[in-house]
């Protein structure tokens, strides 16, 4: 089945050491999604790929980059990861510009900063 | 800016019965559409129905619909036959039909009775 994957599904790091989270997908879609939830919260957008046109929120704190090599890979890469940044990181994508342009999420990745 | 407004933080049905999550939104734009996801606990965000504001017919799938009304920017969900499967957190969202960005509300809670 067509679907968004992500790995690692839960990924533990420590204070201030780079990691680096994976999505891909086999839709085929041309935006690709980053979304940050924390616990009992909404997603809040972080990023998003459209094609290979990189869109950022204001918002989103310097640390963060994103990565899209290709169209089926996006990265995201949290540069020094602070405690704060523990979390819930959903990878999303959508087909934009067609009729049923809506996002399907991937299952995540739980970070953990100790 | 759009605001998506979900007013029951938790809720609770018996299994079988009926209930109904509220939803309201704000927005200046005439095109756009809105999405009810379902979260289940440690799992993945998926869609579990859409509807576009220029069509006037609500949307249905199966046993999930909604009383989409324009007019009073309103958009609730009803679930009927509730099953236990359906314990989950469902977010309400918003998307204008130029934007990428999703604009989700801060999610019911629902909680099914055996």
């Known amino acids: 089945d067509a679907m968004v994957i992500q790995n690692p599904r839960y990924q533990v790091t420590q204070f201030g050491k780079p990691v680096t989270l994976s999505c891909s997908q086999t839709?085929?879609?041309?935006?690709m999604y980053w979304y940050q939830q924390k616990s009992s919260q909404a997603p809040k957008l972080l990023f998003h790929?459209?094609?290979?046109?990189?869109?950022n929120e204001a918002d989103t704190p310097d640390n963060f980059q994103s990565r899209r090599p290709n169209t089926s890979f996006c990265f995201l890469d949290i540069r020094s990861p602070g405690l704060g940044d523990a979390a819930m990181y959903l990878c999303?994508?959508?087909?934009?510009?067609?009729?049923?342009?809506?996002?399907?999420f991937g299952p995540g990745t739980r970070l953990t900063v100790l | 800016a759009q605001t998506v407004t979900q007013s029951q933080p938790e809720m609770s049905v018996q299994e079988a019965e009926t209930v109904t999550l509220s939803c309201t939104y704000d927005?200046?734009?005439?095109?756009?559409?809105l999405f009810w996801y379902k979260q289940p606990p440690s799992r993945q965000m998926i869609l579990v129905i859409r509807?576009?504001?220029?069509?006037?017919q609500n949307a249905t799938e199966n046993r999930f619909s909604v009383n989409f009304q324009k007019a009073a920017k309103s958009f609730s969900l009803k679930i009927s036959d509730s099953q236990l499967g359906d314990a989950a957190m469902y977010f309400c969202?918003?998307?204008?039909?130029?934007?990428?960005?999703?604009?989700f509300g801060k999610g019911t809670k629902l909680s099914v009775i055996p």
């Open positions: 999303a994508t959508s087909r934009y510009g067609s009729s049923t342009d809506t996002q399907y």
């Open positions: 839709l085929n879609h041309n935006v």
């Open positions: 790929y459209y094609d290979k046109d990189f869109n």
């Open positions: 927005t200046s734009e005439s095109d756009y559409y």
């Open positions: 509807q576009e504001a220029y069509k006037q």
């Open positions: 969202a918003y998307r204008g039909a130029g934007s990428y960005q999703l604009t």
